[in-house]
């Protein structure tokens, strides 16, 4: 069992910055991958980002590359999403997500899931 809990959403300006934070409980962390989604508000969750669980590889929905970072301290428990230069349709709720499979843009892929953390982008 692994439970994930997000931090560092908040309001932001258009151009500006926030790192997202996902802390997970659990011995065996190190072993999943984890993802990035989110939901803005009428629309679907979708996909943001994921990275295996060595951190080797790191995957990205289009609309983000370039802007935000995925990256996680295995001795810290602990995924980080990087985002900057931040547009209003950043603006949603983000969760991060634990999978033990390799379906990394796929919702049915993850295991876990945090509560989520708002981002809202101000223009």
């Known amino acids: 069992q692994v439970q994930l809990v997000e931090s560092g959403g908040g309001l932001v300006q258009v151009g500006g910055s926030l790192r997202l934070s996902c802390a997970a409980s659990?011995?065996?962390?190190?072993?999943?991958?984890m993802g990035w989604f989110r939901q803005a508000p009428g629309k679907e969750r979708e996909f943001v980002a994921a990275?295996?669980?060595?951190?080797?590889?790191?995957y990205y929905v289009d609309s983000v590359k370039g802007r935000f970072t995925i990256s996680r301290d295995n001795a810290k428990n602990t995924v980080y999403l990087q985002m900057n230069s931040l547009e209003p349709e950043d603006t949603a709720v983000y969760y991060c997500?634990?999978?033990?499979?390799?379906?990394?843009?796929?919702?049915?892929?993850?295991?876990?899931w945090g509560q989520g953390t708002q981002v809202t982008v101000s223009s």
């Open positions: 659990g011995r065996t962390f190190s072993s999943y991958a």
């Open positions: 990275i295996t669980w060595s951190g080797g590889s790191t």
């Open positions: 997500a634990g999978a033990r499979g390799v379906r990394y843009r796929d919702l049915a892929g993850y295991d876990y």
